[in-house]
């Protein structure tokens, strides 16, 4: 689609353990187009220009990942953007927000609907609207789900990656997994950690794959979606102070306090080698230290 940096494995060295753990760099593939979003938009992206579509439109909330690297993919590739955003009082507070910000400055153009409205966002009669009201457009699900974001993630996984015994990623809607689990080996285990709470998710992820090499761990969602407390930002600071590594708060940050809880658990075998998808969604720390900061919570190192 356009030129991307290399995503590496570095490795997270900790004494006295006999797990080798990775951590794949999927965040550093594009300064803006950022981890597993890059692999979504991808096919879609070249979908829509086969079809003759200049104009793209998406859904999203108001610190989206998704909302994000669409809008720059779009400046990038010359095509328009159009988001659709949840919550009708954003319209004033754009200025206000890191990410409705960046997706401004990039060209896209929003529409902002209430809660309500934002539920019926698939129906017929709201997407006809749409049409109505920005032209023909070629349209991306919320969280950039569908067949063709599968088949990007698909590429997430290399033939280097085929000694590991487990693949841990976080789970939104659950696209990326899919594609990871798609091409995962024989032998590998992929285990999920849903960011947010709710048992549609198998259900979801299962449509797009025919494998059983994996499952959801349910633990670490810290209450729901977005919602995080003092002890995951203690953890997101240590982390970077250590490894050098910045996590996302709210899906690799989850993900990973999983996978650090788990091995001191003792929940994977000795001499594991554990590889640790890096998603990105570094874009986020801005807004949620916003959030932070109005709950008298410390914030997230940058
Ligand atoms: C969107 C996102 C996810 C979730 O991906 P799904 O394909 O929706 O499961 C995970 N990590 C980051 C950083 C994201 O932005």
Redesign the pocket.
């Known amino acids: 689609m356009f030129s991307l940096q290399q995503s590496v494995n570095q490795q997270v060295v900790f004494p006295s353990s006999d797990i080798e753990l990775y951590i794949k760099r999927e ?1 550093k593939l594009h300064d803006y187009v ?4 890059y692999r ?1 938009l991808k096919y879609n992206i070249e979908a829509a220009e086969r079809s003759g579509l200049r104009t793209l439109l998406s859904f999203g909330g108001a610190y989206s ?2 909302i994000s690297a669409l809008a720059s993919a779009g400046q990038i590739l010359g095509l328009k953007t159009i988001g659709v955003i949840r919550g009708e009082e954003l319209h004033a507070q754009i200025d206000g927000n890191p990410t409705l910000q960046f997706a401004k400055q990039c060209g896209m153009q929003f529409k902002f609907v209430s809660r309500s409205q934002y539920r019926l966002k698939t129906s017929a009669s709201f997407l006809n609207d749409l049409k109505e009201e920005f032209g023909a457009f070629y349209l991306i699900p919320e ?3 569908n067949a063709l ?1 599968v088949k990007g ?1 698909e590429e997430i996984l290399s033939e280097q990656d085929s000694h590991f015994d487990y693949i841990c ?10 594609g990871i689990i798609n091409c995962s080996k024989p032998g590998q285990q992929v285990l999920g950690f849903p ?1 947010l709470k709710g048992s549609f998710l198998h259900k979801d992820i299962s449509k797009f794959v025919t494998k059983s090499n994996w499952k959801l761990v349910n633990d670490y969602h810290f209450g729901g979606y977005a919602k995080i407390n003092a002890s995951l930002v203690a953890f997101i600071n240590r982390f970077k102070r250590e490894y050098g590594i910045p996590l ?1 708060p ?3 940050g989850k993900m990973l306090f999983g996978v650090m809880d788990l091995i001191n658990k003792g929940f994977f075998p000795k001499g594991s080698k554990i590889l640790t998808i890096h ?3 570094l874009q ?1 720390i801005p807004g949620m230290n916003d959030r932070l900061v109005k709950k008298n919570l410390p914030k997230i190192i940058i």
Not at 34 to 37: A, I, P, Q, R, T
């Open positions: 965040d950022s981890g597993n979003k979504k990942n998704h969280g950039g789900t974001a993630c990623v976080s789970v939104g809607t659950g696209g990326t997994i899919a960011a996302d709210i899906y690799t998603t990105g969604g986020g």
